[in-house]
């Protein structure tokens, strides 16, 4: 599951392993409900809105941390509650760029200690999101 952050004009901010944190095109396949899940974070008003796709944007041109997706990731998929290896606190991946937005103005998405090593199924699960 890959998270993207919808920030208005059909477009997302998103990482990819090429160019890290990059804003393009909404894809044309986001409607097919097989492939994608579209979430919304509940009673968001217009002026948060526009904060944490502001907050997202700062980290625009940023590269992807591959050793998190290394690490992180895949020891949390597995079960384990922390990653192998620790390299650098501040990495980014598509699912800690949409938490760390909504962090920013307050929004918690998920629990803190998930945030180290937060997965898109995790926001999936959030308690603040609908899916839509």
């Not at 393009?24 to 002026?47: C, G, H, M, Q």
């Not at 909504?102 to 899916?131: G, H, Q, W, Y």
Request: hydrophobic content about 40%; aromatic content about 6%; some cysteine.
């Amino acid at each position: 599951m890959h998270s993207m952050l919808y920030i208005g004009d059909g477009r997302v901010v998103h990482t990819t392993a090429k160019d890290g944190v990059v804003v393009t095109k909404l894809p044309r396949s986001i409607f097919r409900r097989e492939r994608y899940a579209i979430f919304r974070v509940k009673n968001l008003d217009r002026e948060k809105r526009d904060q944490v796709v502001a907050e997202a944007l700062k980290w625009r041109n940023r590269k992807l941390d591959v050793a998190g997706l290394i690490t992180t990731i895949p020891s949390r998929l597995i079960g384990l509650r922390k990653p192998l290896l620790m390299w650098e606190k501040n990495r980014i991946w598509c699912s800690k760029l949409v938490y760390k937005a909504f962090m920013a103005e307050n929004i918690e998405l998920v629990p803190p200690e998930k945030a180290e090593r937060i997965t898109s199924e995790d926001l999936s699960r959030s308690c603040v999101v609908d899916r839509l």
